[in-house]
């Protein structure tokens, strides 16, 4: 499959970068290697980048992808491979998982992407079976997808400290469901193995401790290759108490927006850009494009009119927005028929399995693209992202895709720094408790 055509993918400064980190990459491999090494990492992950031509960076990373429907599926065997080391990892000799799935049954796409995710784990020799929390699901249920394949759902029972289904007791327990909603008693305190850890759910995480442990690898590697920072590392900062029905913590959230604009301002003036400068307030846990905006100036936060402050004040499943974080927006000047893109790269333990690109025929430049109406198509990495060169494959152009698998693996970087730190603050918490 040919990889999309890009309107910005052959001009601009951005080849500037590109060529910094195409020359840097035995530096960059051994590097990462060694970071690997000493850091657990995340089992799966997603990171969405943004590419503005003078600045390449990711602005959000999930850890419990669920679009493996949208790559492309002659990555299948590269994908088997990784979930084959991702496994041996966790439970050596395992044969038995789990698969907990978010609770969609009409989601479509949702649960093609279960599909596809169990496959994977099949062709890698796993005996895998999907257990589902949804209480109205007491026996194994079969759902027909539109490829004609089919799942069976089976609900999940707690024996001890462990959890099966009817005859199945599995070795390692694979979330994929985000627990926006907080964690399941089934799911704690389990003597089975579980990843990701429940405490990389958003019960417990925040976008903004990401980006604060992503800002120390960005600031590393930047160091590694002799670059500014700033142009792989959007700017940010958090606000807490927030409620925007009731008007509270607008100010935080207004004067936080005039000062990353004005930091931004600054850069842009140092890189001779012309755009205006904006930033996303969005809710600092929470997926699905939910509780996000587009600001240019903090005055709009405290304008915001009775349809907007509704909009930002719940996410998903109807949680309330009480922490949020305001991020520098990054432009996306790639486009697909044009029609605004920007590129989703996956991962399976710390490899680059594939990626697509989220596209939006109704959103502008400088808005989020997770929204209804997005399309997707994949993405053709070339060898994995990892020889990007001409000199590896005589006859070929170079691998333009190689500085996004960078960039994303910095963020996987960043979520095992993360969660390390997240584990640390939850064992503080248990000795500081008297029983």
């Not at 590109?18 to 020359?23: A, G």
């Not at 990492?41 to 493996?68: E, H, I, M, Q, W």
């Not at 996303?280 to 587009?294: C, H, N, P």
């Not at 989220?358 to 053709?380: C, K, Y």
Request: glycine letters at 8%; hydrophobic letters at 40%.
């Amino acid at each position: 499959m040919p990889a999309p055509y890009l309107a910005t993918a052959l001009t601009g400064p951005i080849l500037d970068l590109e060529t910094c980190i195409i020359n840097a990459m035995p530096t960059i491999e051994h590097w990462l290697s060694n970071e690997w090494q000493k850091h657990t990492v995340p089992f799966y992950c997603s990171v969405d980048l943004r590419n503005s031509g003078f600045k390449l960076a990711p602005v959000d990373t999930n850890l419990f992808p669920g679009g493996f429907n949208n790559l492309n599926p002659e990555f299948l065997p590269l994908c088997v491979q990784a979930m084959m080391a991702a496994v041996e990892k966790i439970c050596t000799g395992a044969r038995s998982v789990l698969l907990v799935p978010e609770n969609h049954t009409r989601n479509i796409f949702y649960l093609q992407n279960l599909g596809v995710l169990q496959a994977i784990m099949r062709h890698a020799g796993m005996d895998i079976r999907i257990g589902t929390l949804l209480p109205e699901i007491t026996a194994a249920t079969v759902i027909n997808l539109p490829d004609g394949g089919k799942l069976t759902l089976e609900p999940i029972q707690r024996r001890g400290d462990r959890v099966t289904i009817e005859g199945f007791d599995p070795c390692v327990v694979l979330l994929n469901n985000d627990l926006s909603t907080g964690i399941p008693a089934i799911l704690q305190n389990l003597g089975q193995t579980v990843v990701p850890p429940l405490r990389a759910g958003w019960a417990t995480r925040r976008k903004s401790q990401h980006f604060a442990a992503y800002d120390n690898v960005a600031r590393e590697f930047a160091d590694l290759i002799g670059i500014d920072p700033w142009l792989i590392n959007p700017y940010f900062a958090a606000c807490g108490k927030i409620n925007f029905r009731e008007k509270k913590g607008e100010d935080c959230v207004a004067n936080t927006v005039d000062e990353i604009l004005s930091d931004i301002r600054e850069k842009y003036v140092q890189y001779g850009v012309k755009e205006d400068p904006f930033v996303i307030v969005k809710a600092d846990a929470g997926t699905y494009g939910m509780g996000i905006m587009t600001v240019k100036d903090g005055a709009e936060v405290r304008a915001l009119n009775r349809k907007q402050r509704n909009k930002m004040a719940v996410v998903k499943e109807g949680l309330q927005v009480t922490e949020v974080m305001v991020q520098e927006g990054v432009y996306t000047f790639e486009s697909i028929n044009e029609a605004v893109a920007e590129p989703v790269i996956y991962m399976i333990d710390r490899y680059v399995v594939g990626g697509f690109y989220r596209v939006h025929t109704s959103r502008g430049v400088d808005e989020n693209l997770n929204a209804p109406g997005m399309q997707f198509v994949p993405l053709a990495f070339e060898d994995t992202c990892l020889m990007p060169d001409r000199e590896a494959r005589p006859g070929c152009s170079p691998n333009r895709f190689y500085a996004y698998g960078v960039i994303a693996r910095l963020a996987l970087l960043a979520a095992a720094q993360e969660l390390e730190k997240s584990e640390g603050r939850i064992e503080a918490l248990s000795l500081s408790v008297t029983p």
